[in-house]
Structures are given as structure tokens and as C-alpha cells.
């Protein structure tokens, strides 16, 4: 995780500082300085944009090598939810490897969901509602680990999105966050399948989250 990590955002900060001084080229070429406020904000939107894709296919990368560790985690985290969780009824090797296989293609179904959204991100007025896409699919995630283990498929993954949006991106949005933070982001992608398992628990009780009315 720490090299993988280190390789996502070193890459990060190269396209960054190859962005950049093509576009200086670019309006030297056409007589306009590159030294004005327009270079220091694009700076700021390109830095910001780098890290928010990166965090987001850091989360996907991540998580699709780590399935087996984050299935026994999300796993051990059950019987400390509030409530509790009841324990789930797959029992078995055969099954356990049949529910990995399939939290691979949730992970796999997200991660192109995903692309598609980071590629029209970059379409004004589009971008804001990709960003959230992005929060939900992110949240989709790391909350399909209770949920395959109870037999809950891509359809009722998707279907919890819906239910509680608002729930899902803000959960969706500060994993994000956490996960541009250089150095430290593999640091929280245990917190982030625990803070999932966590999230599906309280709306499996009735908890009163926020729903879409």
C-alpha cells in the first residue's frame, strides 16, 4: 500500500508540473504571459482535480489487491457495530472465495462506472454531479462487503445509494478526502472498510439516516 501510495501521487505531482509548463508554452506561443493570476489559478484547479482523481483510483487500485484482508476486517467489524450485525450464514471455503469473487466484480463495476464519470468530469456544468457520482461509487465500495456477505448483489448495492444519497456521498467525500493526503492515505483504507461496514449496520437497524424523499 505505502508503494503503491508513493508511485500514485509521485505520478500526481510529474503530470502536474508537465501540465503546467505546457500550457506556460502555450500562451507564450500566442504572446500572453505565463506569469499572470491565470497561471496561479489554474495551478490551484489542476492540483486540486489531480488529487481528487488520484484519491479516487488510488481507492479502486487499493481496494481491488487488498479484497481478501478488507473481506476479514469488514467481517471482524461486525459484532462491534452499533447494533450488532448478526453473523452472516456463508460459512465455507468454497463460499468465501465465491464471495470474494464477487466484491472483485462489484470493485471492477465500479472502478469503469468510475472512469466513465473522471472522463465527463471534465465537461463544465457536468463536473459538480460527477464529482458526487464519484462520492457514491467510492461509498459503493466499502460498503459491499456486509452487504455481499448477506447476499446482496450489485443491484442492491446500487439501491442503497439511492436510499441514503446523502449519507453516501458525505461517507463518500471524506474517504475521498483522507485519500489525498500524500504519505499517509493507505492509512485509512482499513478505517474506511470498517467506517463502511459501520454505515451499513445503521441503516440495516432503521436508523434514521437522512433518505432521498
Not at 3 to 22: D, E, P, S, V
Not at 25 to 47: E, I, K, P, Q, R
Not at 62 to 91: G, Q, R, Y
Request: glycine share 8%; aromatic share 14%.
Amino acid at each position: 500500500m505505502m508503494i503503491t501510495g508513493g508511485i500514485y501521487f509521485l505520478f500526481i505531482f510529474k503530470f502536474q508540473a508537465w501540465m503546467l509548463t505546457a500550457l506556460a508554452a502555450y500562451l507564450s506561443a500566442h504572446g500572453v504571459s505565463a506569469t499572470g493570476w491565470y497561471m496561479s489559478l489554474a495551478h490551484w484547479v489542476l492540483t486540486v482535480s489531480l488529487l481528487i482523481v488520484g484519491a479516487i483510483t488510488f481507492a479502486w487500485f487499493a481496494t481491488l489487491i487488498s479484497i481478501p484482508v478488507n473481506d476479514f476486517l469488514a467481517e471482524a467489524a461486525e459484532p462491534h457495530t452499533t447494533p450488532p450485525l448478526p453473523p452472516s450464514p456463508v460459512k465455507g471455503f468454497s463460499n468465501r472465495v465465491r464471495l470474494l469473487t464477487i466484491d472483485l466484480g462489484k470493485t471492477i463495476a465500479a472502478a469503469i462506472l468510475g472512469i466513465i464519470v473522471l472522463l465527463v468530469s471534465w465537461i463544465p456544468l457536468v463536473n459538480f454531479l460527477s464529482l458526487l457520482i464519484s462520492f457514491l461509487l467510492v461509498c459503493f465500495q466499502f460498503i459491499s462487503y456486509p452487504q455481499t456477505r448477506r447476499g446482496q448483489g450489485i443491484r442492491k448495492g446500487l439501491g442503497f445509494l439511492i436510499q441514503y444519497p446523502f449519507a453516501c456521498v458525505g461517507f463518500g467525500g471524506v474517504t475521498t478526502l483522507l485519500f489525498t493526503l500524500p504519505g499517509v492515505s493507505f492509512f485509512f483504507l482499513p478505517l474506511a472498510v470498517v467506517g463502511g461496514t459501520l454505515l451499513f449496520a445503521r441503516a440495516s437497524a432503521g436508523d434514521q439516516l437522512p433518505k432521498l424523499r
